[in-house]
């Protein structure tokens, strides 16, 4: 199965990346979204032919985890997690971390019919 933009859909990287996070961080929500083909014709994947259609993705997770953690903190845990699938062709994150009361707090602050 592939996605519409023709990259895998949780290939042994993204499972890794689902199955680490799950167990660590007990999330209330976690997307992970495959950008790996936008970066296909960067200097580094034409390197690797292309790399492997799993080398850039997005995360957005919410975990009561958080609670008491700067972002720093937050992302370094991820890093810290994911330490095994970086050596091994991962090759950029890019980290929205949040607490459900951050996600209500922002919710509150958005007027009502906006978009």
Known sequence: MTTAAGGPVDGPIEG????????????????????SWQHRHHTAMRSQNGGNGESHFSIQVVSEVFVDKTTMERHRMIYTAL????????????????TQAEILKAEARTPQGTL
């Open 83 to 98: 330490a095994e699938e970086l050596k091994n062709g991962l090759h950029a994150l890019s980290l929205n971390t949040k």
């Open 16 to 35: 890794a990346i689902r199955s680490k996070l799950t167990s660590l961080l007990r999330p209330s929500t976690l997307t992970i979204t495959n950008d």
